[in-house]
């Protein structure tokens, strides 16, 4: 069906696209789940309907709310649609040096901002949203890295829609963030399927970006369970950009940065699977499309320069 | 056997400031071992009741060792072993695109 009432009705049912050139082997296929299909463009819009329906059925959110999220990123853009839609007002909290294309979109879709200091990171944008919602305890934080919603809205949507669309599958990939996509999916396809591998690719950053004053101020989102997973990879920039050239130069797919990361950890797998001479259908999922991150330079040039530019950037 | 070991910057007042170390042994377990015996304090900083630290991620040649049997994890001449804090990230995270701190 391609007839919605709304843009929130479009959220979800996205195309699984083969990749017949990357593929390893006519043995050992691709498919890529291409969640820049959704109404703001990135996977998190199935994530920000769900927490935002659950809120409401249980009587937290209710009509004229304040919606409150420490997030600049993918989540924030797509509850702040949501929000628009169903008439909220939404504040998301985030470090103050995040790029102007995030600032933009935010308030393009109506969402207020409190910025939190850069040094902090997203660690201190966590703490900082956690203070506000005591200080307002009217206001609603949705809280995405703890929400069982948004690893529901996999649950009950990416996963069931993988499994219709490819009834072979043997191994599901798929970058580790809040972790949401990867237990919610995760947990669908295992129950239907019990032998297959459920993979994570996380990425792996600059340097700067670990800067933590002590190991305690760690943090492991709340949805994270690792018996879901079978194997969880570290992906570097360097790997991550890679991958992310491939798949627009080979397939044609423009993907953000993360979804290099997430081939290059499907790739992996393929290539064993090849060795071992097992058949696989491994699909991956491309969490956005590569327009947010343009102005990064990081599309062209060398893989060094690449590189540099994405230094001390979240770039997943 | 050498196997190179990547220290995070949070944890390289042990090492002397450096990014990167070497150091021995058939496990993971055992790696740490050796690795404290050169750089006293920094296994501690690492396990915690006898476990990896919740806080704390390995990886052997890029792939998290608590798949692969945690301190049980067999390592090999030639292995990469990078040490990382957990922390929040992803293309949920709060921070996306956040600039190198000055």
Redesign the interface.
Same mark, same amino acid.
């Given at each position: 069906m391609a007839r919605f009432d709304s843009m929130l009705d479009a959220c979800g049912g996205t195309p699984l696209v083969g990749l017949p050139r990357l593929s390893p082997s006519a043995a050992v296929r691709l498919w890529a789940k291409l969640e820049d299909r959704n109404p703001t463009g990135s996977v998190k819009d199935r994530a920000a309907l769900w927490m935002v329906r659950a809120a409401e059925s249980d009587g937290r959110l209710r009509p004229g709310d304040t919606i409150l999220e420490p997030t600049s990123g993918n989540t924030g853009i797509s509850l702040a649609m949501v929000a628009k839609l169903r008439g909220y007002r939404l504040v998301c909290v985030m470090p103050e040096n995040v790029s102007t294309e995030r600032t933009q979109l935010l308030r393009m879709y109506g969402a207020e901002i409190i910025f939190s200091p850069a040094a902090g990171g997203s660690n201190q944008a966590v703490a900082m949203a956690r203070q506000i919602a005591e200080d307002h305890p009217d206001w609603v934080m949705l809280f995405q890295y703890g929400n069982e919603a948004n690893a529901r809205a996999h649950y009950e949507s990416t996963g069931p829609e993988l499994l219709r669309d490819l009834p072979t599958i043997t191994h599901f990939v798929a970058g580790l963030g809040t972790t949401g996509t990867l237990m919610g999916t995760g947990r669908y396809l295992r129950e239907k399927q019990p032998d297959i591998e459920i993979i994570a690719a996380e990425p792996r950053y600059g340097e700067l970006v670990y800067g933590l004053r002590n190991i305690d101020e760690g943090y492991v989102p709340e949805l994270y369970d690792a018996t879901v997973l079978t194997r969880r990879f570290s992906v570097g920039t360097r790997d991550a950009v890679l991958r992310t050239r491939q798949l627009v130069d080979v397939e044609g797919i423009f993907a953000g940065f993360s979804s290099g990361a997430v081939l290059h950890a499907a790739l992996a797998v393929g290539h064993q699977a090849m060795k071992e001479g097992k058949r696989a259908d491994i699909a991956f999922l491309v969490a956005d499309g590569g327009f947010k991150y343009l102005s990064t330079g990081a599309y062209g040039g060398t893989l060094a320069d690449a590189e540099s530019a994405l230094e001390g950037q979240l770039w997943a | 056997m050498a196997i190179e070991v990547r220290i995070?910057?949070? !944890?390289r007042s042990y090492t002397g400031g450096e990014k990167a170390v070497t150091a021995s042994g058939d496990t993971l377990a055992d790696l740490l071992t050796d690795l404290d015996a050169r750089h006293p304090g920094l296994r501690d900083?690492l396990i915690k009741d006898g476990s990896l630290?919740?806080? =704390?991620?390995v990886?052997v040649n $890029?792939? $998290?060792v608590?798949?692969l049997g945690s301190l049980d994890a067999k390592l090999a001449d030639g292995d990469h072993v990078?040490i !990382?804090? #957990? =922390? #929040?990230?992803? @293309?949920?995270? #709060?921070? #996306?695109?956040?600039?190198?701190? @000055?």
């Open positions: - | 995070p910057t949070i !944890l900083r630290h919740r806080f =704390v991620n990886y $890029d792939e $998290d608590r798949f990078t !990382l804090p #957990a =922390v #929040a990230g992803g @293309s949920g995270g #709060a921070g #996306a695109f956040t600039k190198p701190r @000055s």
